[in-house]
């Protein structure tokens, strides 16, 4: 594409967004833009899965290898036994049945998001889909008794599905620690896992609200980073019920900037929720 061609698409892309802007005003244009980038997102990743066979439930669909077809059952009735309680501390249920995309290895996990050969993960929450990596790469078990037991212990569906619940009903309306911290407490209820790591002591100093929510993913102790979204929202739905950290969310499928739907549905700031946290912290860290 030329520079011309470049600069008309951009002028037409603004005019547009403009346009929009005015017409429903900009949160309600906002969500309608994400709403768009999440669809298309969906779209191209569900098209890119040659070669998958789909097995279904009630609420979910599983796109998997053929050499992971004997995986299906255990997944999907691991993923139907998750869902009420997703749902319930979320506040919102989802609409249609969830795409759930069963990678057979890491290569091909990789490709799948762009990642580089370093980058891994067991599980991801990518534009409306939820991606997982096949538990025979990742679980070391004799047989498949102790792969199901395994699994239903430690797997990530719980936290990836927390994503995609909370992005549908917010259409990305969070900060990044918020999500985070979300998806590990519900994860620990459904599975009792909680990842900590070398790093993710809070007996150090913290991260101060302000980096974590300008920029969680570039924090160099990410052990730390997500240590601390996770014991930020267990404190909040302790201190104010979960059913306060279900209204903030509520607010937040309102369209209430992060700030507001805090201050709205808790009756205090966030700033001063974290100052209260951090001073809890310090004197439970050991």
Same mark, same amino acid.
């Given at each position: 594409?030329?520079?011309?061609?470049?600069?008309?698409?951009? *002028?037409?892309?603004?005019?547009?967004?403009? &346009?929009?802007?005015?017409?429903?005003?900009?949160?309600?244009?906002?969500?309608?833009?994400?709403?768009?980038?999440?669809?298309?997102?969906?779209?191209?990743?569900?098209?890119?899965?040659?070669? /998958?066979?789909?097995?279904?439930?009630? @609420?979910?669909?599983?796109?998997?290898?053929?050499?992971?077809?004997?995986?299906?059952? &255990?997944?999907?009735?691991?993923?139907?036994?998750?869902? =009420?309680?997703?749902?319930?501390?979320?506040?919102?249920?989802?609409?249609? @049945?969830?795409?759930?995309?069963?990678?057979?290895? @890491?290569?091909?996990?990789?490709?799948?998001?762009?990642?580089?050969?370093?980058?891994?993960?067991?599980?991801?929450?990518?534009?409306? *889909?939820?991606?997982?990596?096949?538990?025979?790469?990742? #679980?070391?078990?004799?047989?498949?008794?102790?792969?199901?037991?395994?699994? @239903?212990?430690?797997?990530?569906?719980?936290?990836?599905? *927390?994503?995609?619940?909370?992005?549908?009903?917010? =259409?990305?309306? /969070?900060?990044?620690?918020?999500?985070?911290?979300?998806?590990?407490?519900?994860?620990?209820?459904?599975?009792?896992? &909680?990842?900590?790591?070398?790093?993710?002591? +809070?007996?150090?100093?913290?991260?101060?609200?302000?980096?974590?929510?300008?920029?969680?993913?570039? +924090?160099?102790?990410?052990?730390?980073?997500?240590?601390?979204? /996770?014991? +930020?929202?267990? %404190?909040?739905?302790?201190? %104010?019920?979960? =059913?306060?950290? *279900?209204?903030? #969310?509520?607010?937040?499928?309102?369209?209430?900037?992060? =700030?507001?739907?805090?201050?709205?549905?808790?009756? $205090?700031?966030?700033?001063? #929720?974290?100052?209260?946290?951090?001073?809890?912290?310090? $004197?439970?860290?050991?």
């Amino acid at each position: 594409m030329n520079r011309k061609r470049a600069q008309r698409l951009l *002028t037409a892309l603004a005019a547009g967004a403009f &346009l929009l802007c005015s017409l429903l005003g900009w949160p309600e244009a906002r969500a309608a833009a994400y709403r768009y980038y999440r669809q298309q997102g969906r779209v191209r990743i569900l098209a890119g899965l040659s070669g /998958y066979q789909e097995a279904g439930s009630a @609420r979910f669909v599983l796109y998997h290898r053929p050499g992971d077809g004997d995986l299906a059952p &255990l997944i999907l009735a691991h993923a139907e036994s998750v869902y =009420d309680l997703v749902v319930s501390h979320v506040g919102y249920r989802p609409v249609g @049945r969830v795409p759930l995309i069963l990678y057979p290895d @890491r290569t091909e996990l990789r490709a799948a998001y762009g990642w580089e050969s370093g980058q891994s993960a067991v599980g991801v929450y990518w534009r409306g *889909t939820v991606g997982l990596l096949s538990p025979k790469v990742w #679980i070391a078990a004799r047989d498949a008794d102790e792969l199901a037991d395994r699994f @239903r212990r430690s797997n990530p569906i719980a936290h990836e599905l *927390t994503h995609y619940v909370l992005d549908e009903w917010t =259409d990305g309306n /969070y900060p990044r620690w918020f999500t985070e911290g979300l998806a590990q407490y519900v994860e620990e209820m459904a599975t009792g896992y &909680l990842w900590l790591e070398a790093g993710a002591s +809070l007996d150090q100093p913290l991260y101060a609200l302000s980096e974590l929510t300008e920029r969680f993913d570039a +924090l160099p102790n990410q052990p730390l980073a997500y240590r601390q979204s /996770y014991s +930020l929202v267990a %404190y909040m739905a302790e201190t %104010y019920g979960e =059913d306060g950290v *279900t209204e903030v #969310i509520a607010r937040l499928g309102e369209g209430a900037p992060f =700030d507001r739907a805090v201050e709205t549905a808790l009756g $205090r700031s966030m700033q001063a #929720i974290y100052a209260d946290w951090a001073d809890w912290a310090r $004197r439970h860290a050991a």
